[in-house]
């Protein structure tokens, strides 16, 4: 049935005809909700899986599309709803048991252990055994067939730790298929590789196509799925869009679909045009592996977005700014050239960066509110040795004030606000050292509607004082409804810039996703 | 539940949240002294006291060090050979100079102990920060370094102090201000000035931020490298103000002076309420954890339960236990 080659077949997904595997779906999924706790990240989605399809799973960041592939590989239960194949109504807890229906989930990070070889990684876990000692001779030539067959000439002997990325990905795909499988579903499989190697991918694919197998495919790449989806399903907000046959859509389409929705007031009205002199210029910056000669100007009290897909280089190029990452380039703040090697020296000079990893890199969450207030300002606010604690009481008074941070009593730990209040804490914490340029990346991950119309307003006001603000986002609403102007980064480069009536989300999203330009706002690829 | 809406003025209150980690330590000291009381009447004697707490006078100079050090995330297992190392190079130079500069050799080798002391530190703090070593290894390694040259020095043997000296040092040691020894009396003041510098000055907020996580510290621009140096270099002074204290109980340096101290050390911190990954550091605590130590060995030896030579061996367990107790109070 199959020319890919099949090993311990353990018979135990069902055979079943040829001529009615093309009619039924392999897998149905019928209404289909994922809740964490009061949050709904997927809900009530309805879909059949085709054998012989290639089906295109899109939607941004966050529209629910890797809680949908989870459910379906059983790496997550679904709250409500139901999966179905042929036998009726089945149940995945944990991957194995999807693996055992045949629903294989190809991850989109890499999961292989760096310092075995390559055919021990194609077989960890179930190694084949020949007189109860494993059997690395066989495992060697089927690893390397397995290789062959999906076009790599890496050798099974090589340790993982030594081949390319696009090797280890193909190891991974490699690992996936090494059983023979009814559903194999990629996520986001083409984000590391390049040219040759996606042209590759894609013809795995097909391949696996034209063994009636189902594929589920989930790609930024809008110019992939055109090309190659049998059917495109649109997500949006943890719901189902709809579903269109593949060749119906063109990019600009799948855009629309992606993003099309009315912004709420949840937005401050945009102050007229008022930016004044430039700020923060940012020349030729590099920040290896992740943003390539990027070139930009923040003008005093203007808002600059920065939208993109995530990994295209955004937090990494700020990053960079900042003295986070080495990087080379010049970066000029009011004329004065800046140091990029290091944070303390950014921070002086009037750059202020707020992480998105607000629990990770931005607050301590074992310590006390006052200590988090300043300690980006420890100098500025305690000259001299020693520190001065009922200063350091009154700023946060004054914070809690200002920034309406909710809380029991003074003395919590940070750990203990909710992620608005801590967003809003280290907002506090940023601007207590006084920057002249603010750079917020994702300002309102994980906080509720209240917290984030507040955050906006914020935002608002720093630039309504003369400050000039960067806003990073992946939500292309936020950055549509706070920002002047957009640049757009696509694989560690500006891809264009979109301001005025071109800054529209099918303008962003087509930006971030493929080389074609928006209608006819090229901006200035700078 | 009572919230602050922006609106009403908060009133900045001191609170006291006194966690297990503040007053376990203490508790535990009591306990003990509770216990060996119960076993040996003896035991709560003020010669005896005094004595076990002299004794435990340079685990805790040297852990409130360590305090530093594992308070900013790091770690050093060469206190004990940098504490035999510095004790010979300062017996050495006090000998060379005796001759020549008479008593005056003392205090002028004290301030070489300090500069070896900080010398040594800085070393462990560069390797570990610029060379981005673990800790673990790369204080490993300055531990064997360091055992090596004391070995070498003293040529295997002893390296005793001059004759001439030996009297005037005495007090050091021996010597006692309104009743309280000396070493007692020391170990206090090194322990009011590390909780200054760790409470009250901004290097001590540093210092705990890079150890509680370092992602954060670095993001609010501080330098990890030049935190965690200085607390290594903190940690050499205070094995050298030890070694100044120990050279005139034993009047000489030899090949197993300090051996097995990075253990209690490392112990008293941990049993002192300081996290070993980091974060906070309980300066008395620890302080008390090496009286808890010493009070450990020494009712071992009055008790006659358990043989002193096990001494080592019941650290182990309080040190894992201890670990324990974090692991899973958390």
Not at chain 1, 290 to 296: P, R, S
Not at chain 2, 75 to 101: H, K, Q, Y
Not at chain 2, 156 to 181: E, N, Q
Request: hydrophobic fraction near 45%; glycine fraction near 10%; include cysteine.
């Amino acid at each position: 049935m199959s020319s890919v080659v099949s090993i311990h077949r353990d018979g135990r997904a069902p055979v079943v005809q040829a001529d009615d595997l093309a009619r039924q779906p392999v897998l149905r999924a019928e209404n289909l909700s994922k809740e964490y706790g009061p949050v709904t990240v997927l809900s009530d989605v309805t879909l059949d899986i085709h054998p012989g399809e290639i089906h295109a799973i899109i939607g941004e960041n966050g529209a629910g599309k890797s809680t949908f592939m989870r459910l379906l590989s059983g790496y997550a239960e679904p709250t409500a709803g139901s999966l179905s194949m042929d036998k009726g109504v089945v149940r995945f807890v944990g991957p194995e048991q999807a693996q055992q229906a045949g629903i294989v989930l190809v991850h989109q990070e890499i999961l292989l252990a760096d310092a075995l070889t390559v055919a021990e990684n194609l077989f960890l876990g179930r190694e084949l055994m020949r007189n109860g000692v494993v059997d690395d001779r066989t495992m060697r030539r089927l690893a390397a067939e397995k290789l062959a067959e999906l076009g790599s000439m890496v050798s099974p002997n090589a340790l993982v730790r030594n081949i390319s990325l696009a090797d280890r990905q193909l190891v991974q795909i490699a690992r996936a298929l090494l059983d023979d499988h009814r559903l194999v579903i990629f996520d986001e499989p083409t984000a590391v590789l390049t040219g040759d190697e996606v042209e590759r991918l894609l013809s795995i694919i097909l391949q696996l196509k034209a063994q009636k197998i189902a594929v589920l495919y989930i790609s930024h790449r809008l110019d992939e799925v055109q090309r190659i989806a049998d059917k495109v399903t649109v997500l949006r907000d943890g719901k189902l869009v709809g579903t269109h046959p593949g060749h119906s859509l063109s990019q600009l389409d799948m855009a629309r679909l992606m993003v099309g929705r009315d912004l709420a007031a949840l937005y401050p009205e945009k102050s007229p045009a008022a930016a004044g002199e430039r700020m923060l210029s940012v020349r030729n910056l590099s920040v290896p592996g992740f943003a390539k000669d990027i070139t930009f100007d923040v003008r005093k009290s203007e808002i600059l977005g920065f939208a993109g897909m995530i990994g295209a280089g955004r937090t990494e190029l700020f990053e960079g700014i900042m003295g986070l990452r080495p990087a080379t380039g010049e970066v000029e703040l009011e004329g004065k050239s800046i140091n990029i090697h290091s944070a303390r020296a950014a921070i002086d000079a009037g750059i202020g960066y707020l992480t998105e990893d607000r629990k990770g890199k931005g607050l301590l969450l074992q310590e006390r509110l006052a200590p988090n207030l300043t300690l980006s300002a420890l100098q500025r606010f305690h000259p001299g040795l020693l520190m001065r604690r009922r200063r350091e009481q009154t700023a946060l008074t004054q914070a809690v004030d200002q920034y309406d941070i909710r809380l029991k009593s003074l003395g919590v730990k940070a750990g203990q606000l909710s992620g608005g209040n801590q967003q809003k804490l280290l907002l506090a914490k940023i601007l207590l050292a006084a920057p002249s340029v603010v750079v917020i990346d994702e300002p309102t991950r994980g906080i509720d509607i209240a917290n984030k119309a507040q955050i906006y307003a914020f935002i608002q006001r720093l630039v309504m004082e003369g400050k000039a603000c960067v806003v990073i986002s992946s939500e292309m609403q936020e950055l549509i409804g706070i920002c002047d102007r957009i640049l757009v980064m696509r694989e560690g480069r500006i891809a264009g810039e979109v301001s005025g009536d071109e800054m529209t989300e099918h303008n962003v999203a087509l930006l971030a996703t493929s080389d074609v330009a928006p209608g006819k706002g090229e901006g200035g690829n700078r | 539940m009572t919230v602050i809406t922006g609106s009403t003025p908060v009133k900045p209150e001191r609170e006291w949240n006194i966690g297990w980690a503040d007053v376990g330590p203490f508790v535990a000291l009591i306990a003990l002294l509770a216990i060996g009381f119960a076993v040996n009447p003896d035991f709560l004697s003020a010669t005896n006291l005094g004595n076990v707490i002299t004794r435990s006078a340079f685990i805790a100079i040297i852990a409130v060090g360590a305090t530093f050090v594992i308070s900013s995330g790091g770690l050093d297992l060469s206190v004990g050979s940098m504490a035999a190392f510095i004790t010979g190079i300062t017996i050495m130079f006090m000998n060379r100079m005796a001759p020549d500069w008479g008593v005056s050799a003392i205090p002028a080798g004290m301030v070489v102990a300090i500069a070896v002391g900080l010398l040594c530190g800085l070393m462990n703090g560069i390797i570990v920060t610029v060379g981005k070593i673990e800790p673990f290894i790369a204080t490993l390694g300055t531990m064997g370094i360091f055992r090596a040259l004391i070995t070498y020095m003293s040529d295997g043997g002893t390296i005793p102090i001059d004759r001439t000296l030996r009297d005037a040092y005495r007090p050091v040691y021996f010597g006692t201000i309104a009743g309280i020894p000396l070493p007692i009396l020391i170990s206090i003041a090194v322990a009011v000035v590390a909780s200054f510098i760790l409470y009250k000055m901004k290097y001590g907020r540093k210092c705990a931020a890079v150890g509680a996580n370092e992602d954060v510290a670095r993001y609010s621009g501080i330098s990890i490298i030049k935190t965690r140096t200085i607390a290594y270099a903190i940690q050499g002074a205070c094995v050298a103000i030890a070694a100044i204290c120990y050279v005139p109980r034993l009047g000489a340096a030899t090949p197993t002076t300090g051996v097995l101290w990075e253990l209690q050390v490392i112990t008293a911190v941990v049993i002192g309420g300081t996290a070993l990954r980091g974060g906070k550091g309980h300066v008395w605590g620890t302080v008390a954890g090496a009286v808890i130590l010493e009070l450990i060995a020494n009712l071992m030896v009055l008790s006659d339960f358990v043989s002193e030579y096990l001494v080592a061996g019941v650290q182990g367990v309080i040190i894992i236990i201890a670990m324990l107790i974090q692991r899973f109070s958390k």
